[in-house]
């Protein structure tokens, strides 16, 4: 049996935030002159590894909720 796809126009939207920031605003002008890449070599030692996604899920099948929870805040 043949069907007819009923085809209705979509509105998309096109939004970009560096965009609506004007050029005078404080944090673009200060984004400008400071170079913050020091920054991640600087921190990199206070952050451990993200852990496998899928050991994030078997520990959530294997705890309960609120202990999950807990641990992972």
Known sequence: ??????YLDKEV???RLSERV????LYR???ELVDWTFLY???RMLYEELPWHSTVSRT???LPTSIFEQLFD
Not at 1 to 6: D, F, L
Not at 22 to 25: A, E, F, I, K, Q
């Open 29 to 31: 002008r200060l984004a």
């Open 1 to 6: 049996m043949q069907g007819k796809k009923q």
């Open 60 to 62: 959530r099948q294997l």
């Open 13 to 15: 939207t096109h939004f």
């Open 22 to 25: 004007p050029p005078h605003n």
């Open 41 to 43: 070599e600087e921190t």
